[in-house]
C-alpha cells in the first residue's frame, strides 16, 4: 500500500513539472518523462529550457 502512496506522489509532482514544461521550448511529454525518471533532472531541464515566444 505505501508503494501505491509513493508511486501516485511521483506521478503527482511528474505531472506537475510537466505542466510548468507546457510553457517552455521542452513541452509536456519531454518534461513528464525527465521528472518520472528523476525529479531533480526535469525540473532542472525544465527551468534551463527557454520560454514559448507567445507573440506568434
Given at each position: 500500500?505505501?508503494?501505491?502512496?509513493?508511486?501516485?506522489?511521483?506521478?503527482?509532482?511528474?505531472?506537475?513539472?510537466?505542466?510548468?514544461?507546457?510553457?517552455?521550448?521542452?513541452?509536456?511529454?519531454?518534461?513528464?518523462?525527465?521528472s518520472f525518471l528523476n525529479l531533480i533532472?526535469?525540473?532542472?531541464?525544465?527551468?534551463?529550457?527557454?520560454?514559448?515566444?507567445?507573440?506568434?
Open positions: 500500500m505505501e508503494k501505491a502512496f509513493f508511486f501516485l506522489i511521483a506521478i503527482s509532482l511528474a505531472y506537475a513539472v510537466g505542466c510548468w514544461g507546457k510553457t517552455r521550448k521542452i513541452g509536456f511529454w519531454w518534461a513528464f518523462g525527465l533532472v526535469g525540473i532542472i531541464a525544465v527551468a534551463c529550457s527557454k520560454k514559448i515566444n507567445s507573440k506568434q
